[in-house]
């Protein structure tokens, strides 16, 4: 038993902000894993098509591939901002 | 036909070289014949730490182009029979190497030796691609750092999806975790990913823990594998790795410090 310890601080130890740190990369670098290596590029272009008709934010275009079974879907989710510079659209 | 037995990281510097020589090694002592493959082409080292420098005539490139045979080029080492080095070339550019050309080498080692050990270059490049293509098992070589663990992982992806068993659908690369430079005080103090954390990220079967350690840098310096210095922790924790990658089950020494009275006392 160490009775320093009860002196320490209860501040996270740096170790377990690393842990934390790595689980989360980790976990954000595995979903992008094993996809098409053009997706990067595909979602570059999406981008830019779709910023030709309406202003998006580079955060509200998620492209994403998922597998079900022997089915691999591509799935493209856009947030389109407030319905008011939208309607000067149409 | 021999294992072929690719060590990697990604992250340059965390101890592959030492690795591949120190596993080499003791599959030799062990009785198994081995050759060990520089594959880092333009940056050779193993020969260093092999200790056999000045006795490289011929190197892997020169075999690739046929300027010279295996029997002209593999060093046969001096202090353990059953092992062979193939030196990197120094001068030549990265393309060098190709993936026919590997796979013949390769072949070719299969038919006389039992393991082949390949020292991947640093990256994810060509060489670091080239060096795992035809492996049956990986030794992945940690340290307890957020950049070498992330790094680590990259590599388990392409281990798993750029290599020949994955393209030809077979069975998995068998893939093991090495965490080196592990230092067992500061882990208790919070300042140091522990085995188990790294093993949380990872999530692959661990093979064994290298303790930080001078005698790396002392074996080094001499050029001797540092699994021939029996004294030393990493020395030993080297050959308890060699030997669970042989089958056996030994226990994990080194996780903790030696304490003395006054360390327990007011240590952390």
Redesign the interface.
Known sequence: M?F??YF?SQKK????V??E???I??AH??TT??GPEYLPMLKEELLAVISKYVEVDREAVKIQLDRDGDCEVLELNVVLPEVESQAKLR | MARIIVVTSGKGGVGKTTTSAAFSTGLAKAGHKTVVIDFDVGLRNLDLIMGCERRVVYDFVNVINGEANLGQTLIKDKRIDNLFILPASQTRDKDALTLEGVGKVLEELSQEFDYIVCDSPAGIERGALLAAYYADEAIVVTNPEVSSVRDSDRVLGILSSKTRRAEKGEEPIKEHLLLTRYSPARVQKGEMLSVEDVGEILAIDLLGVIPESKSVLNASNAGVPVILDQQSDAGQAYEDAVARFLGEQRPHRFLSEKKGFLGRLFGS
Do not use: C, T
């Not at chain 1, 130890?13 to 377990?16: L, M, T, V």
């Open positions: 160490n320093l310890n320490r130890s740096s170790a377990a690393a842990k740190r790595l689980q990369i980790v670098e595995r894993r094993g």
